[in-house]
């Protein structure tokens, strides 16, 4: 069957099974809409912070714009304390490093391998727990069953952006005079109590990395209500230099760049309404997929400000094709469709050839063979969303007619 022109659009709901783009019709968007897929402010304006950058000739060590985004970030995560890092990953080393944690960490299986790899990487433990089926973040009950003197902190995660169970997890740190480090790299543009996130538990740390809502090309942010903490992490990200001539402590390279800083800046200034475009974009798939059998879309905690960067799919039991099927049928329609996260850290290398195997997370495990992340950001219009969302809606109308031709296909 021909491509109609690109000025056509392809049917949200096909007419008969072959007109589906993986059983020999054409896809329905002509480009690739990816889930992580940048959004960027006006070129021009990135351009100006970056020349200014270059004029001034101050391209790293703790340069103007880097203070800038550390000063306008900290107001808006009302946080007295906010310090750039080069990465995610590194701002939860430092942090751990700096909090002089040892032994185990107790940490969500359910997460990027990135947050058990920072605790892995500094010589550290990490013990998985399961999550909460609500907010797929770490169960406060596992924390209490896995806890031991041995442990020496505890890290949780806002998944999605959705706060983890901050409460409950603040009152056993206290209890067990251990930090609460929340890995928040979902989690700009979210908040839970009334306030942003980023100032619960011991410290946050922030990704600024690409892919995230607010990026700063490669980037992180550690925020702490804790001056002498703060002290620590900024002499630690800059090798344990105080200033010249000085050392105080070991520490590493975690500085942010100034190109990186330019990037966030530019960005910052139209979050906001980056934030607005995805709640446009989560209701259009939410209409779209409300008669869905078999999934649903998560949505935030009544009360929770969210940034709805996160299209979060999740099959049911009573789902007529598999999520592993329905990624197939999408990345043929050119939507590259995501699992996350699968496998959960502690099924993946090292971790799951440690002594005695990996443990038995029942909700991590249904959770990675479930889920499904649909695209979001200025790459894609609240129109096409819908459209998407028709097109997945019909194909698990159909789910058994479509899963009878699957097979079939080499």
Not at 217 to 235: K, N, P, S
Not at 357 to 382: D, K
């Amino acid at each position: 069957m021909p491509s109609p022109p690109a000025s056509t659009p392809v049917p949200a709901e096909p007419a008969r099974l072959e007109d589906l783009a993986l059983l020999g019709g054409p896809p329905l968007f002509d480009r690739m809409l990816y889930v992580g897929r940048p959004s960027m402010a006006p070129d021009a304006e990135v351009h100006a912070r970056i020349q200014s950058a270059l004029d001034r000739r101050w391209l790293t060590n703790d340069g103007p714009l880097v203070q800038e985004l550390e000063r306008r970030c900290g107001e808006r995560l009302q946080v007295p304390h906010c310090i750039a890092v080069n990465n995610a990953t590194l701002g939860l080393e430092v942090a751990l490093r700096a909090l002089g944690v040892q032994g185990e960490v107790l940490l969500p299986a359910f997460t990027f391998i990135g947050t058990a790899h920072a605790v892995q990487w500094l010589g550290l433990t990490p013990v998985f727990g399961d999550v909460c089926d609500a907010d797929h973040g770490l169960d406060p009950a596992e924390v209490e069953r896995r806890i031991t003197p041995a442990t020496g902190a505890i890290l949780a995660v806002h998944l999605w952006g959705r706060a983890c169970a901050v409460e409950a997890l603040e009152a056993i740190a206290r209890r067990h005079g251990i930090p609460l480090i929340l890995d928040a790299a979902h989690a700009m543009g979210c908040g839970h109590a009334g306030r942003p996130l980023g100032s619960r538990g011991t410290v946050e740390v922030f990704s600024l990395h690409a892919t995230k809502g607010l990026n700063a090309l490669e980037g992180g942010l550690i925020t702490t209500g804790d001056a002498a903490l703060a002290e620590r992490i900024r002499l630690m990200r800059n090798f344990g230099i105080p200033g010249e001539d000085q050392v105080r402590c070991v520490g590493t390279n975690a500085k942010m760049n100034e190109f990186s800083a330019a990037v966030g800046l530019a960005n910052l200034d139209h979050f906001d309404d980056l934030c607005v475009h995805n709640q446009q974009l989560h209701a259009a798939y939410g209409a779209a997929l409300a008669e869905a059998p078999g999934l649903r879309l998560m949505q935030p905690e009544p009360g929770q400000a969210f940034s709805h960067h996160y299209i979060v799919l999740e099959l049911l039991p009573t789902a007529t094709l598999h999520r592993d099927q329905l990624v197939s049928l999408l990345r043929a329609e050119n939507v590259y469709a995501r699992r996350y996260f699968r496998p959960g850290c502690h099924q993946a290398e090292p971790y799951r050839s440690r002594p005695g195997g990996p443990p038995v997370l029942p909700v991590t495990e249904r959770l990675g063979q479930t889920l499904l992340q649909l695209p979001s950001g200025l790459q894609i219009t609240p129109e096409e969303a819908h459209r998407l969302g028709r097109r997945l809606a019909w194909c698990l109308r159909h789910g058994d007619a479509v899963a009878t031709r699957l097979p079939r296909m080499a």
